[in-house]
């Protein structure tokens, strides 16, 4: 019997629309189309399905999270600021049933004191940082993994 092709979303939070021109010394010169694109031609390779989405208002985030079930096998999350504030996406992530991976472009424990704290990560199956646009694939590839072994 066949199974139906796993899809995946990937969520970008706020600011991430600003990519290859914020601040590139810190997020790199990738924007976030290139960004996407790279996704899409990776997640055809491990024969997955991607939907990549961005938004800057936390209310958005939270309800692309809520839609994604049904919708989605797992979410490849980077909340971006809210990261360090938000319980509402704490309690979302924690919510739905579905694996969330949290990413950061840079390493979180190189910057400042506020970003030390992730209230979101705590919520995802894990997080992966510091490598670019890098950290998004590793974490496409751990999703898939996971949604082999435990389909
Ligand atoms: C970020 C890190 C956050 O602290 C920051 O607010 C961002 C981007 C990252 O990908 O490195 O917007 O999530």
Same mark, same amino acid.
């Given at each position: 019997? %066949?199974?139906?092709?796993?899809? &995946?979303?990937?969520?970008?939070?706020?600011?991430?629309?600003?990519?290859?021109?914020?601040?590139?010394?810190?997020?790199?010169?990738? +924007?976030?189309?290139?960004?996407?694109?790279? @996704?899409? %031609?990776?997640?055809?390779?491990?024969?997955?399905?991607?939907?990549?989405?961005?938004?800057? #208002?936390?209310?958005?985030?939270?309800?692309?999270?809520?839609?994604?079930?049904? +919708?989605?096998?797992? &979410?490849? *999350?980077?909340?971006?600021?809210?990261?360090?504030? %938000?319980? /509402?996406?704490? !309690?979302?992530?924690? /919510?739905?049933?579905?694996?969330?991976?949290?990413?950061?472009? %840079?390493?979180?424990?190189?910057?400042? !004191? *506020?970003?030390?704290?992730?209230? +979101?990560?705590?919520?995802?199956?894990?997080?992966?940082?510091? *490598? #670019?646009? !890098?950290?998004?694939?590793?974490?496409?590839?751990?999703?898939?993994?996971? @949604?082999?072994? !435990?389909?």
């Amino acid at each position: 019997m %066949s199974r139906a092709i796993p899809s &995946v979303l990937v969520l970008h939070g706020p600011n991430l629309n600003l990519l290859g021109t914020r601040e590139p010394d810190i997020y790199g010169a990738t +924007t976030l189309a290139a960004l996407n694109a790279q @996704l899409e %031609s990776d997640a055809t390779e491990l024969g997955l399905r991607l939907h990549a989405q961005q938004a800057n #208002g936390e209310g958005e985030l939270v309800d692309a999270l809520h839609n994604a079930v049904g +919708t989605h096998a797992g &979410v490849v *999350f980077n909340p971006g600021a809210y990261t360090h504030t %938000s319980v /509402a996406l704490h !309690d979302a992530i924690r /919510a739905i049933e579905i694996p969330v991976l949290e990413v950061h472009l %840079s390493n979180l424990y190189k910057r400042e !004191d *506020f970003r030390q704290r992730s209230l +979101t990560g705590a919520a995802c199956i894990g997080v992966i940082m510091g *490598f #670019g646009p !890098d950290a998004y694939r590793l974490a496409l590839h751990q999703l898939h993994r996971r @949604l082999g072994a !435990d389909p």
